[in-house]
């Protein structure tokens, strides 16, 4: 008999497939909801940093920026003229006092990011207001950000001090064009002219301020080769340079790496999914058993088969894989609007074909894999053996099947490994999962073997739920991976949010100080002291010399000839903080070397972060070259210390020997533990003998972190809800899979006198103890691989809720047996009359 051709398979294969998908849907629910997840991660990710890296120009205030801390740029100005516009800014914390008793929510003043700027101000983009337009500013003229104006319930009119000087608030800014470029701050902003930023008294030697200077090239100037010879020839003094095309690198940075994560985390729901789609053709084919059997009677052979039901499959397949790209694309403007200001920029919509293209493959290659093998059995198994089926099933597939399936797969993994940006976490991330699901095949193996041996219950219900471990056609394996996954991922979720809380609500609040001061002159070191000590009695004070360094080489190998900056050093091309001392700083501890005496005054001494130095790959002995205020200094590392991060106090990574430091203009830092009721006294007291310095509550930038943790955790958890979607689908296919043998198992019983109650109880023992036995080995794997989120992936402390883990993992274990047991109430109401003539 010939073949069947494409048309005429098609034809069979459309009137035997059902309008509304019967016995396909989960098939199409499993592909959709991997697709659309994978494809709206990616645009999302996508329209975010095409959109940082259109607005690059605007972002970063020029085409390229000149950056230094704790001082200005001074006659070198003219070498950046000669390149083209020029605009300098300089930007520090600062307290802002509103004047006439104007007090925001009881407050006298607030920590604010005052900037100030010039007439050339902004060089691209517009900053505007929200009422009128943006001029240079006079010298006694403020436009500030909404924030400020609701914190201290000022608007347009008011006064405002900060420093030695007073000003009016001329405007509320509705938009600040290169606030992304900014970084990170600590408070709203505020901006004012160049002149009038001098009329505070906030720039003295030692205080800590940023000064950049923006440059507008020609049209047609290759800005990053410019920043390349500006970086050479200037490379002694500290200058940190970007280009429009890297505007906010770590905001491009953090969505890249987020937008990888969360898209292995759909990668793995969508692997996940794909054994649901297994378990869900694998039960269709079980309905189609009659049909497939007497096609082959009347002489179909296997190729026709399996053309009829692929074209059915791939028909449900493609229209899921479309509808999950098409919902994928629309989703991210959604997600953009419903986020608002969290994102550091807000791309409208566009059509990312990479993304798209990707997760339809993932698609294509997932359906492929997981579709194929019960195919093939429909396809290689004679008409006699699919009849017996149901009593005696064949799991075997052919070697052409094999090939294709582990081609599928290695497919799978090349594209995951050439998308990534890390193809190592990424194939670490792709293995853990493989891993899992080859852990709990083979566990499920083991039950079905142990329950095999193991002697018969007395009790009838208690020896049919044990036999249904191990009978022919027992979908144990399938169960326990389904179960399995589903109360895994129910542990990973809970360990994730109670440590991302923890790392706050535990760390954090006990070690914290009060108040953070900035910017005290260090020759009114001993009057500040002496104030603190009047105004709070008993109050902890830990006060350091503060200045800013920049790494030029180590060892012998310096920064500006680097290729690639090593993995891990984020120190390195930026000024970082610096401080000296004669005794070791709290919150460290010393593990190599010796700390200097207490009267040293030989050649310059530094002690390092072990850590650092580690990436570095240097140690004690070696030397170390910083550029401090535009001069370079070769200190030699006395000493490796490992810091304590979590202790919220000031933590250095370099701490040179006072002889070092103690000469060059600086000022000095503290931390204050004391009586919460004595914050505001403090506060009051230190900014009226110390106009210039800034004082933080700690509570504030525990409250911004806090922000910061929660949006992770939301991210986190809508990534992880599908995964968790993907695993309950899994159980649903494997219930669906063992349909047609439970219903068998049903009427037998019923015939011979069992109640429905008595075959529910049976199925109930039998979910309930793979569960039991599924527990250990859930909270086990996902415990893993929370601590593997929360200490590899975000380097954050693992203090997970015990109690709320296993109330997860109780409450995912009533979850999934309830699902079990909803899926077998149809089979109560079978009839054994009926459903005799039909199996």
């Known amino acids: 008999m010939n073949a069947l051709r494409w048309g005429a398979a098609w034809r069979i294969a459309r009137r035997d497939l ?75 914390r600062a307290m802002a006092r509103a004047l006439g008793g104007q007090r925001g929510n009881a407050r006298e003043a607030v920590l604010t990011e005052l900037k100030g700027v010039d007439r050339a101000y902004p060089l691209y983009g517009t900053l505007t207001l929200k009422q009128g337009r943006y001029a240079p500013l006079d010298p006694d003229k403020v436009v500030i950000g909404e924030a400020l104006a609701d914190r201290l319930a000022i608007g347009p009119g008011a006064r405002l001090r900060y420093g030695e000087a007073d000003f009016t608030v001329s405007g509320i800014i509705g938009d600040e064009p290169d606030r992304v470029g900014e970084g990170f701050t600590l408070g709203p902003v505020a901006i004012v002219s160049m002149e009038g930023l001098r009329r505070t008294g906030l720039i003295q030697p030692g205080s800590l301020y940023d000064s950049k200077y923006r440059v507008r090239l020609p049209a047609g100037s290759d800005a990053p080769a410019l920043r390349e010879q500006l970086e050479k020839a200037n490379a002694p003094l500290g200058w940190s340079l970007k280009d429009h095309t890297r505007a906010a690198p770590g905001a491009n940075r953090f969505f890249e790496r987020m937008g990888q994560f969360l898209s292995l985390i759909g990668l793995a729901a969508l692997v996940i999914a794909g054994i649901g789609v297994s378990n869900g053709v694998s039960s269709y084919i079980a309905q189609k058993r009659s049909a497939i059997a007497t096609l082959k009677v009347l002489g179909a052979s296997g190729g026709d088969i399996a053309r009829i039901y692929l074209l059915q499959i791939a028909a449900v397949g493609a229209l899921a894989i479309t509808l999950g790209l098409i919902v994928g694309a629309l989703v991210p403007p959604g997600i953009v609007a419903a986020l608002g200001d969290v994102l550091p920029v807000r791309p409208g919509f566009a059509i990312h074909p990479l993304p798209l293209a990707t997760s339809a493959i993932y698609g294509v290659l997932i359906a492929l894999a997981f579709t194929l093998p019960p195919l093939a059995r429909a396809r290689t198994q004679p008409a006699a053996a699919i009849f017996r089926a149901l009593v005696d099933p064949r799991l075997t597939i052919d070697r052409r099947t094999a090939l294709w399936v582990a081609g599928a797969a290695a497919a799978l993994i090349a594209v995951a490994l050439g998308t990534s940006r890390e193809p190592l976490f990424s194939a670490a991330v792709l293995g853990a999962v493989a891993g899992v699901l080859l852990l709990l095949l083979a566990l499920g193996w083991g039950v079905s073997r ?83 000590d009047e105004t709070a009695p008993g109050a902890a004070l830990n006060v350091v010399p503060a200045l800013r360094a920049t790494i030029v080489a180590y060892g012998k190998q310096r920064v500006a000839d680097l290729k690639e900056v090593p993995e891990g050093a984020w120190f390195l091309g930026r000024e970082r903080g610096a401080t000296y001392s004669d005794v070791l700083p709290e919150g460290s501890d010393l593990v190599a070397g010796q700390w200097w005496p207490k009267d040293y005054a030989g050649p310059p001494l530094v002690s390092l972060d072990a850590e650092a130095a580690k990436v570095l790959n240097i140690g004690v002995g070696d030397t170390l070259t910083v550029s401090v205020l535009g001069r370079e200094i070769e200190a030699r590392i006395a000493s490796l210390r490992k810091i304590n991060w979590d202790t919220m106090g000031f933590n250095y990574i370099m701490v040179f020997s006072p002889n070092t430091l103690a ?169 054994p009359a009926r459903a005799l003539r039909t199996l």
């Open 18 to 92: 059902h309008a509304g998908f019967r016995g396909l849907r989960l098939l199409f629910v499993c592909l959709f909801l991997g697709v659309a997840t994978l494809a709206a991660i990616g645009s999302l990710t996508a329209s975010i940093t095409q959109e940082l890296a259109a607005r690059g120009r605007t972002l970063l205030g020029g085409d390229i920026e000149i950056a230094m801390m704790q001082r200005e740029i001074g006659p070198r100005i003219a070498e950046l003229r000669r390149l083209g516009i020029v605009s300098e800014t300089i930007r520090l």
């Open 663 to 831: 000469a060059a203009p600086h000022s000095v830092t503290a931390t204050i533990t004391m009586d919460k009721a004595s914050e505001g006294p403090v506060t009051r007291a230190l900014l009226g003998a110390f106009p210039g310095a800034s004082v933080i509550a700690v509570s504030e930038v525990i409250g911004q972190v806090s922000s910061i943790l929660d949006q992770m955790a939301q991210a986190i958890v809508a990534a992880a809800s599908i995964a968790i979607l993907a695993g309950i689908a899994v159980l649903v296919g494997a219930i669906a899979a063992s349909r047609q043998s439970r219903a068998y198992d049903s009427v037998i019983l019923k015939t011979l006198g069992a109640t429905r109650w008595q075959v529910l109880g049976t199925q109930a023992l039998e979910y309930g103890l793979l569960a039991a036995i599924l527990a250990l080995v859930s909270l086990l794997l996902g415990m893993t691989a929370a601590w593997f989120v929360i200490v590899q992936v975000f380097d954050f402390g693992w203090a997970p809720d015990w109690t709320r883990v296993l109330a997860t993992l109780s409450g995912g274990a009533l979850l999934t047996l309830g699902i079990g047991l909803a899926g077998s109430l149809p089979l109560m109401a079978l009839r």
């Open 450 to 532: 142990l329950a095999r041996r193991l002697p018969r219950p007395r009790r009838p219900l208690f020896r049919l739920a044990l036999g249904n471990l191990h009978r022919p056609g027992a979908q144990t394996s399938a169960l326990v991976v389904a179960l399995g996954l589903a109360l895994t991922l129910f542990v990973t979720l809970a360990g994730i949010q109670t440590s991302l809380a923890a790392e706050i609500e535990r760390t954090v609040p006990k070690k914290a100080p009060n108040l953070f001061v900035l910017d005290v002159p260090s020759a009114d070191a001993q009057r500040f002291r002496a104030l603190v």
